[in-house]
């Protein structure tokens, strides 16, 4: 069984700290989403990254995907209030489905 | 921009009804998905739909469950005989290439009692 396991769990920081939030498998996958989801709404994609290795900047958002395609990081400088939320991770092996991770709860404070 | 919408926000049935929850996808996406989300749990992959058929299911998608495209926008999910343990978010979500871009909708609570 594929399993995409997040840390830190919850993440409380204050406003203009940098984070990282860690995705972690012993599964290879084919690429790997990073979303965030809002209470009550659906998860909003962020980034796909398909290539071990790869970086992908997205304003403040700095998503990397591991070399040999099993883990990914997504790295946020100078969080702001609005940054929080449900960060979540979602791997696909060359099927149809995302398999999702656990979560990491971030809470930015003004 | 455009969005996946899903219809009804909350849904509140009594176990052992059988209950519809409704999409309509983005219009030039190709392949269709339900998820499901356990309060304080996981999202949880239950079915893609492509060239109207199932191209994919988990083990959770069982006989309760059937996927239908009835015309050429609308994608619905069937619960035959409710029970108390498929209460959760329910997530339609579309893409224009498999398993890639994926646009989710922004869900159905359903819950059962």
């Known amino acids: 069984t594929q399993l995409l396991e997040q840390s830190p769990q919850f993440l409380s920081i204050q406003e203009g700290e940098n984070l990282t939030v860690y995705c972690n498998s012993s599964?290879?996958?084919?690429?790997l989403q990073w979303y965030r989801q809002e209470p009550g709404e659906g998860p909003v994609l962020l980034v796909t990254?398909?290539?071990?290795?790869e970086v992908k900047k997205l304003k403040r958002l700095t998503f990397q995907f591991g070399d040999a395609r099993k883990d990914s990081s997504l790295h946020i400088t100078a969080a702001q209030p609005g940054d929080t939320g449900l960060y979540l991770c979602?791997?696909?092996?060359?099927?149809?489905?995302?398999?999702f991770g656990t979560g990491t709860r971030l809470k930015v404070l003004a | 921009e455009p969005e996946v919408t899903q219809t009804p926000s909350h849904q509140v049935t009594q176990m052992g009804q059988e209950v519809i929850l409704r999409c309509v996808p983005i219009?030039?996406?190709?392949?269709f998905y339900w998820y499901r989300q356990i309060l304080g749990q996981k999202v949880e992959f239950l079915v893609s739909?492509?060239?109207?058929?199932?191209?994919?299911k988990s083990e959770i998608f069982d006989d309760q469950f059937s996927v239908e495209r009835p015309d050429g926008s609308n994608f619905t999910l069937k619960i035959r005989s409710t029970k108390l343990e498929d209460s959760a978010m329910y997530f339609c979500?579309?893409?224009?290439?498999?398993?890639?871009?994926?646009?989710f909708g922004s869900g159905t609570r359903l819950t059962v009692v």
């Open positions: 219009s030039n996406h190709l392949y």
């Open positions: 979602a791997g696909n092996s060359r099927t149809y489905k995302y398999i």
């Open positions: 739909f492509y060239n109207n058929e199932i191209s994919e």
């Open positions: 979500a579309s893409s224009e290439l498999a398993g890639y871009g994926y646009t």
């Open positions: 990254v398909v290539t071990g290795g």
């Open positions: 599964s290879v996958f084919s690429s």
